[in-house]
């Protein structure tokens, strides 16, 4: 199995819009399965949306797209100073690769499992 994406997410730099390519028809069967019975992954969250960030449009995940907000001026200008703290960002609920490469891993467990105990 296969996942192939054509971009990255400009904030998180996560995937966006995957695309799982199956190389049997058996494997195909046993990922829809594995997905949505066994083991769900939120692939929801790596959809593709663009944002105005600056003045250009942005390609950024469903998850980025709900929660950024960019940093006031005034905020920056305390920040120089030392008046407060610097912001921290939520983790993004999107698939990372390192994450999405596990999650293959555990598919892949979960499909030969048989073979391995016979």
Known sequence: ????????????????????????????????????????V??????????TIGEKMRRVCSSC???YKPVPFRVLRDREVGLCRVRTTNQPLSLSIDELMEWLGGMEEFFYSSRNHS
């Open 65 to 67: 797209f709900s929660t």
């Open 42 to 51: 939120p692939l929801f969250m790596n959809r593709m949306y663009y944002k």
């Open 1 to 40: 199995m296969i996942f192939r994406w054509n971009y990255k997410c400009f904030l998180c730099n996560h995937p966006i819009d995957l695309d799982p390519i199956p190389e049997t028809h058996y494997e195909w069967l046993a990922y829809y399965q594995y997905r949505f019975v066994y083991n769900p």
